[in-house]
């Protein structure tokens, strides 16, 4: 198959290249990248007013896949990274059962080749069953391609057992994930612990929450040498233990979510309560539960340190903690909801609405931190669009401004505090190893 990609700007961080300019796939790979390139193609796609990106990269989606099929797929959430212009993304281990062994990896990336339109790199547990206790079967799973580990939903309270676990990552090559929440602070909260808070009635989660254990991390990463990415940073401490770290020289990087940069504590909505039909009483709702993720939304102060810490290098990637849930689990008070919402689909344009528009990032930038940034911490030979490279393209339109419709996502979840939101900018085309696999119609 071969695609002409016409008169996009061509943005790509591996060369700085970023210049109106066609592009020529053929077989799989970018053939040819130039001006009035006229060679006959059996796709052609007018990028004229568009960004031609490398394909986006997500280091962190929940796609339910063994176990909890009702609320996500393979083949599902492969559709939704599509529509959102990711053409490789990472499934995190917290499926049912576990991802803490060979089989379940193979099961994963099997069907990920069956069913899905997408890259599908799966990320093995660090412990058996994620129960903290003893290491899951480390040197297995990367055997049967595991690049990373990660105890996402919660981290190895264990010091010592997490220790040993990062010392057998560096001996295999393995990133470590982290999701920095120390369990014995959260103390039953369901948002952060501020005036908000308060006004709702809801018990809080403090900072101290993720931080000692970013704290911790950083540390253990320093003494063992075992490359280190900090999962959805959401504090101002977060930042500055990071740029730290950095200047110790830890091999440490970050990524920050969109809902984090984006929403404050503050925008979280109380709803009035609801029916149950079947039992004819209240459910007693308190705030809009697609507004409760983990780590939660913080304030203001923690918004612009993110943004900051985009802006200055000092985090290194976006990615989304996409999280799909059923409309009857989050249909209930913010006490009982689980955290998590969608974000493959929300993530490019609240990205450049945000910072972009907003004046943080430039649009390199923004392909740095989506594509570039993420390939080169796993160490995968993605994120770049020269010739001779993996046709894995994005065609992004900056110039449309839109409502986002959470009844047009690809997801089967729906839960985002972001519908009916006003951005600009969308994903008009997605290319994975020379195949469109999403192009709007």
């Given amino acids: 198959m071969t695609i002409l990609i016409k008169g996009g700007q061509v943005i790509n961080p591996a060369t700085g290249m970023d210049e109106v300019a066609d592009v020529f796939v053929e077989n799989g790979v970018v053939s040819k990248i130039g001006k009035n390139i006229n060679e006959k193609a059996d796709h052609s796609i007018d990028a004229q007013g568009c960004f031609v990106m490398p394909g986006f990269i997500d280091m962190h989606v929940h796609l339910r896949d063994p176990g909890y099929t009702e609320k ?22 917290n499926t049912k059962p576990v991802v803490d062994h060979a089989d379940v990896v193979n099961y994963v990336q099997n069907k990920a080749k069956a069913v899905g339109v997408v890259n599908v790199m799966q990320v093995g547990a660090v412990t058996e069953g994620q129960q903290g206790k003893k290491l899951a079967d480390l040197e297995g799973m990367a055997q049967a391609g595991v690049r990373a580990i990660s105890e996402d939903g919660r981290s190895v309270m264990n010091a010592q057992l997490y220790r040993e676990a990062m010392e057998k990552a560096k001996e295999l090559d393995l990133l470590v994930l982290a999701h920095c929440e120390d369990s014995n602070l959260v103390n039953g909260g369901v948002m952060n612990a501020d005036e908000r808070a308060k006004e709702l009635g809801l018990k809080g989660i403090t900072n101290s929450v993720e931080d000692v254990i970013v704290a911790r991390d950083v540390m253990l990463s320093y003494d063992t040498g075992a490359r280190l990415h900090l999962c ?83 985090i290194d990637v976006i990615a989304t903690d996409h999280a799909p849930h059923t409309f009857d689990e989050k249909n209930t008070s913010m006490k009982k909801a689980p955290f998590g919402i969608v974000g493959l689909e929300t993530a490019a344009p609240l990205t450049y609405t945000e910072l972009v528009l907003g004046g943080y990032l430039t649009p390199m930038q923004m392909a740095e931190k989506m594509s570039y940034q993420p390939a080169r911490i796993i160490g995968i030979d993605k994120g770049d669009i020269q010739p001779g490279k993996t046709a894995d393209i994005v ?26 939101r006003e951005v600009t900018g969308k994903v008009r085309a997605t290319i994975v190893g020379g195949t469109i696999v999403y192009q709007e119609a």
Avoid at 72 to 93: F, S, V
């Fill in 72 to 93: 996500e797929d393979i083949e599902t959430g492969c559709r939704a990274a599509a529509h959102g212009g990711y053409t490789t993304i990472l499934a995190m281990p």
């Fill in 232 to 314: 959805h940073c959401s504090t101002k401490n977060s930042v500055m233990i990071l740029k730290i770290a950095k200047s110790l020289g830890v091999k440490v990087t970050a990524e920050v979510c969109p809902h984090h940069f984006t929403l404050t504590s503050n925008d979280i909505k109380r709803v009035e309560p609801s029916l149950d039909v079947e039992k004819n009483v209240p459910l007693g709702l308190d705030a809009d539960t697609n507004y409760k993720m983990n780590p939660p939304l913080r304030t203001q102060a923690d918004v612009d340190a993110l943004r900051e810490g985009l802006r200055e290098g000092i």
């Fill in 395 to 420: 065609v992004f339109d900056p110039t449309v401004t839109y409502k986002i419709d959470k009844k047009q996502f690809a997801s089967k979840g729906k839960n985002t505090p972001f519908d009916g």
